[in-house]
């Protein structure tokens, strides 16, 4: 495990991803609230912003914009994704290898597992694999740990958000993206099973600005290290607004009273 204070990825052992796998994973649907945001090179310049300590992309954003960013913006690799015309049992396919992700200039990596699946034996393996290979290159490991699949009734309640915490701490995550499991209280015992290993919470679809920052508030004050967002940045207006109010939240321990009055 890279202690988190020394992570590429965090800053002060604290960490605000963002991520932009959301053309893959949800289709360009997720780009029409704000149409200029199909463009990676918009989310390439949030990148720059001081709150954020990784922008996640997929291998083909990678390659064609992190050139012209790699001396602004940590590259957080996603090596795996699964479109949403994918219609079988929760899988990933792994479409970048970790070599290729170091080629390109990667901090980190990313990975989803999709515990509870049928094909979490697999998926298991496949991160077992980039775990190791993450390792060789000093890259910083971040699992995206999302319990769904057969029987999974449900994929948020507490218990099961508990367990994939707890997943990216036995498997060798650096970093374990979560969903919110619903209060402050099971916030706080996500965290508590996860060891030494971070914690970020995953963004969700797009909510007001208050009750997203009192999430993050609450999130934070469990024992988080942070969080890991899409829509709730790149669907507003002034995304540029709301990171600046995420890094008082996260970095600099203002309230989310606090952060919306600055
Ligand atoms: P959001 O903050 O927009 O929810 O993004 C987080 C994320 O994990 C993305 O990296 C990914 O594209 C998406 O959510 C997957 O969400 P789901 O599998 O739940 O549809």
Redesign the pocket.
Known sequence: MIPLVDSPITRDGKALIL?Y??G???GPV?FKPVPETMDPAQIFELGTHSAVTAL?VQKGIAEGYYPSYEDDVNLLL?INGTSNMWMGEPDSAVNCSVDYANELGADAIGFTVYGGSNNEVEMVEEFRNAQEDARKHDMAVVM?S?PRGQGLKNDTSADTIAYASRLGLELGADLT?VKYPGSADAMQHVCDVAGDMGVVM????KIGDRAFLELVENAMNAGAEGL?????VFQRENPTGILDALEAVIFEEATAEEALTE
């Open positions: 991520a796998d959301h893959l994973e949800h997720d996640a996603k995206w999302y993206k995953s963004g969700g679809s890991a967002v899409g829509r709730n």
